[in-house]
């Protein structure tokens, strides 16, 4: 398993998709939206990477229903899975660590990680759900072996995304998305602690900029021959995937370069880049973020 953790607009879909193109791994996307989007429809996109609605698409109702107990609907184990899930969330991450939730949560994701491993054949399964709670399950789960990336993005580039929504992926204040980001964060570093030897720091910017060279490392850690399918152009050739959800980029087929968004640079300084730099500054330095940009945005 190969979870990326971090907070949302980091990159993780287009990461993940990238590593989808070589050979022996799939990416699933936020698998952890697959009951409340999937079955339960009370998400905010019920679509797969395919195109389709994932009751109708053929992977992931093959591992809905290995996984749904017998006797028990999809709805109701949905319904289950859910509740479930609200007692294991980010910022429960550092119980986690310490011991797994008693319910069956844990029990369920094991299962679906084993029913994807069968159905897709893949020897490494990508989640980028980015719920710290959930990587901290993974070292708890029989039969799976952790890795984990984390994804880390300038806060101000984040909040800047927020503020423009991207089809089904809504909007979010500067105060929100830097509130969860930090949060996120630092439960992200709580895993990483957890698992030195396992673990890899990412920014967002550095994959942007040498795309081949993050595969490469993200390669290594997983200790995978490749090949790398990042061109020394920075392309790669895009085919399909069945990711529950994530950015709409997932949808994206074909030859794709693969670069930073760096929209968010341009324009006057304003009050939602101060207010974005103000709540990140206790991990700005530590990330190696400048506090004052000449890059503004409002």
């Known amino acids: 398993m190969l979870y990326i953790t971090g907070w949302c607009r980091s990159g993780s879909t287009m990461l993940g998709n990238v590593l989808a193109e070589v050979p022996g791994i799939v990416h699933v996307g936020e698998l952890r939206f697959l009951w409340r989007n999937g079955v339960l429809g009370t998400g905010s996109n019920r679509q797969c990477g395919c195109g389709a609605d994932h009751r109708d698409c053929p992977f992931w109702s093959e591992v809905l229903e290995e996984v749904r107990p017998a006797g028990r609907s999809l709805e109701r184990h949905a319904a ?6 609200d007692e294991c969330r980010t910022r429960h991450t550092w119980r986690v660590l310490r011991a797994a939730p008693r319910n069956g949560w844990p029990g369920t994701l094991a299962a679906t990680y084993r029913a994807i491993a069968r159905v897709s054949g893949a020897e490494v399964i990508v989640d980028s759900s980015k719920f710290a709670s959930d990587a901290a399950l993974l070292s708890r789960l ?4 952790g890795r984990y990336v984390h994804l880390i993005r300038d806060p101000r580039a984040v909040a800047w995304s927020w503020a423009r929504p991207k089809a089904y ?3 979010r204040s500067p105060l929100n998305s830097t509130l969860h980001w930090t949060g996120f964060n630092l439960a992200a570093e709580a895993v ?26 993200v390669l290594a850690l997983l200790g995978h021959a490749g090949p790398n399918p990042v061109g020394a152009d920075k392309t790669v050739e895009l085919g399909g995937n069945h990711t529950v959800t994530g950015n709409p980029n997932r949808f994206a087929r074909g030859r794709t370069v693969i670069e930073e968004d760096r929209r968010w640079r341009a324009g006057p300084p304003g009050p939602r880049h101060a207010a974005a730099t103000l709540l990140s500054l206790p991990l700005l330095h530590r990330y190696g973020y400048p506090k004052e940009t000449t890059w503004t945005w409002d």
């Open 142 to 145: 029989p039969g799976v072996e």
């Open 169 to 171: 992926t809504g909007h």
């Open 80 to 85: 289950d899975v859910v509740a479930w899930q």
């Open 192 to 217: 990483g602690r957890a698992h030195r030897e396992d673990s890899l720091h990412m920014p967002y910017e550095a994959m942007a900029a040498g795309p081949r060279a993050a595969v490469d490392a």
